[in-house]
C-alpha cells in the first residue's frame, strides 16, 4: 500500500536527472564562453561528449526493448 504510485517516483526521478544534465551542461558552456573558448570547440565537445553517447544509450535501449 503505497502512497504514491511507483510511475511518480519514476517518472519525477528521470525528469530530475534530465535537468541536472542540463543545468551541467548550461554550466559548462557559459564557463567556456567566459574563458573566450572558440564556439567551434564547444560545438565539438557537445557533439563527443554529451550528445552522442546519449544518443547511443538510448538507441540501446530502445533496441533490447
Known amino acids: 500500500t503505497a502512497i504514491l504510485p511507483e510511475y511518480i517516483l519514476v517518472y519525477s ?3 530530475i536527472v534530465i535537468l541536472m544534465f542540463f543545468t ?3 554550466r559548462g558552456i557559459l564557463i567556456s564562453i567566459r574563458q573566450n573558448v572558440s564556439i567551434f570547440y564547444i560545438f565539438l565537445y557537445l557533439c563527443t561528449l554529451e550528445i552522442i553517447p546519449v544518443l547511443v544509450i538510448i538507441k540501446f ?3 533490447f526493448t
Do not use: K
Request: proline share 0%; glycine share 12%; no cysteine.
Open 13 to 15: 526521478g528521470i525528469t
Open 61 to 63: 535501449a530502445i533496441s
Open 24 to 26: 551541467r551542461l548550461m
